[in-house]
């Protein structure tokens, strides 16, 4: 034993007072927010405290040998310490307090976006709470569901422990958003995950002239499962020619990209979208 | 007394006058405004422009008739919230380059001090004889304007609503953009160690964009950290590429074992507009001997853009980026004219070059994305 | 004689309050990650976990201790603010505290979310638990109490969102 110890042991000892712990009998589990009663030896009042997760509560009492306690007082989940000082000392008592049946869901569901066809690309995790936001670690059923556009939902049920349960999700094939709910008695959570096009694919660039005007423009640009790729998807084009280099960034609008440029002569021209690389364009500006 | 008194509270306040007037810079002036010589004639306009005294400016030129005065400030002070507006002139260099009994070509480096940091200007100025004196030629020209029309503006914007602070835990937020650095490669320089590469957004919405560094040492422990500052393009729309450079001055590339590269990104709201072309990119040497890329930019758009930075990467053969430049343009990018840049490259890095790419942030007054 | 009594007794307590608060040392938290699931923990998020539990428990002491709520600002978050603040808010209108002085944390960490964005944690936690009214101590237990523990990533660090004590010998 240290000195630290020591000091504490005989403090105690000797300045405080004395406590039969087994003097006080609760309820081994209560459920949160209900009323219950303490029962006591202690047939006179006393002062009555009741120390919780979030609340500590004083009160004295005439008859300590029937302690109401309301539900109110004991809303958090967790180990309670009840102690009940007289004239004669303290006697104390510790009790669990359960939550009660599950009333609400956290539902974290990632990524916002994801790219079609990834597979086990999304997650969601349900936590189960109760109408006092204690987490329900009894195991229960929680049921996912999943649906994208006008489909079919598709459900699956998932046992959760410790209140957590979760699911993984391959993404669809095609863009477009996806609701990811979970389910547990009257709760219902919802969050959209939205399926967006992945990388563009056979991207292609054609030449056009317009009012004595070039210009470049790609064909509606697609991902390799055919969805549009989202507009403001920066598209880079470069030409070269004898007046030397041109580089443009251009958003697509409408499905495509499309820049003016001006030609000098013969000029070659690249495009890229990302680290994604098109067809490659020669072009002679017309005289 | 009393005159006594007057006197030298008169000769006190003559003596001030005349302490500011040499302060800011009035014997030069004076000294100058003869011009014997082409070096002199180009001193006193400068010295003029440094005052921002365009009157005088204007009226010590050789052809002040032909000299449009709006087309004359907007070159040398700037206008329209372009960085030249938010500088000042420091001091200039002025040396001969070649002259006859009636003409001489006199070349001129200005330092500006700007927002954005010291700006250098290197110009040649024509300078002829009137008499006894010389006097500088400005190249006659109007102030180009972009002709009066409707230009239809309507790229993508994007905007974010966030869950607020109030809100239950797991109520989804939008997640940070997905952006991956595709290249890293680190140099050593003669007084530093430089990390540079490029970064993409990977993602189908915009990105506020920034690249951390961290040298490590052979015990693992952190030598020295720094991040991109300005020499990355921050706001990168969806499959948008920005070079990135992260300079490490004093530091050796023999003490470090590894790097550690963080990128880190943020949803903002963003615009797709303007488009800038970037046209006419050559590698040249400048007029001081320099490696120096040059090129025109073309907002394409029907916004002014304020102040244009200008960001370069250099490729060698096989693709690798061994460069990043960056620099400001002096001018602002007035809708469909083209304004020239010129950002530098080191002597030893030019005959490497392979390829390159300019890519162009923007800063506008209505917004800076 | 009785004056001197009392200013002793004062003193004595005085003395014995101001030892328990002096530097008490840190806990020591061990983190047990091999049944840890579905997500692999990594390395630097291992070492945030422990210390920033280690540093919840600390500023959970001294909110407790000084009846300071904004304490717990630091490394609590959510449900676990919320019920702590109100466990302070308590303390402060019945004159009633609880004085933590926490030895170890045995924790075992059960599920990390496939986002990374979530972890769950039992802490078998040995405490030294005293209640005192006013100055007077009404109670000190040696405790061993079981948690749950929901952490979340916060901007540069693990906050404790929800800490839940559970009966002895719930799996």
Known sequence: MNMKALVITVMVATMCCPLLASDLKAPATVVAGTDFVIASAESQGGTFYLIGPSLVSKREVQNGSEISVPGDEIKSAGVYTALLCSGAGCVSTDFYVKPSSPARLSLLAHPSRVRVAEPNAISAVALVFDKFRNLVVEPAQVEFQAVAGEAQPISQSRTAANGIAW??????????????????????ELRVVRQVASDACNLRIKPEWAAGKFYVSTDPVRDCSGNAVPDGTVVSFTKTDRSGKTTVDAPVKRGIARVQMPVDGNARIFVASGVVTGNELNVTGKQ | MKYVLSISIGAVTFLLICIAWLQSGGLARERMRSSRTPDEATRLLLTQVQARNWDKALSSLANTNDVDKASFVHDLGGSNGSLL????????????????????TVR?????????????????????????????????????????????????????INRGAEDDWGVQNVDSPQVRIVSMNALQRPDRVVILGEIVNEDTIPAYINVGATLLRADGNAMAQENSFDKISHILLPKQVSPYRIDFPGVQLKDIKSVRM???????????????AVNRQRLETDPLGKKVLRGELLNQSGQIVNIPHVLASYYDGSGKVIWVSDGYVDQELQPQIPVSFAVDLPDDIAPKVQNYHVTVNHFSSSHTS | MKLLLLVLAAALIAFYVGYLHADEPAAKIDLNTDTLGPRTIEELTEKSIVRDYGLAWRTLRDALNHNQPGALEGYFTGFAKDDFSRLVQSQLKTGVHVRYSDRNHRLTAIFYSPSGDAMQLRDRATLEMQILDGTKLLSTQQVTRNYLVLMTPGADRWLVRDLQSIPEGRP
Do not use: C
Not at chain 1, 174 to 186: L, T
Not at chain 2, 116 to 127: A, C, S, T, W, Y
């Open chain 1, 167 to 188: 699911i993984r999700l391959t993404s669809g094939k095609k863009e477009g958003p996806i609701k990811v709910g979970a389910i547990i008695g009257p709760a219902k």
């Open chain 2, 85 to 104: 507006t938010y500088a000042t002139l420091e001091k200039f260099d002025v040396w001969p380059l070649h002259a006859n009994e009636q003409q001489a």
């Open chain 2, 108 to 160: 001129a480096k200005l330092h500006y001090s700007t927002a954005v940091g010291p700006l250098d200007d290197v110009r040649d100025f024509q300078v002829q004889r009137a008499g006894d004196t010389w006097k500088v030629s400005w190249p006659a020209g109007k102030l180009e304007k972009p002709a009066p029309q409707v230009i239809p503006v309507n790229y993508l914007r994007w905007e974010v």
């Open chain 2, 262 to 276: 963080d990128a880190k990104s943020m949803l903002v709201p963003a615009s797709a507009d303007p488009v800038i």
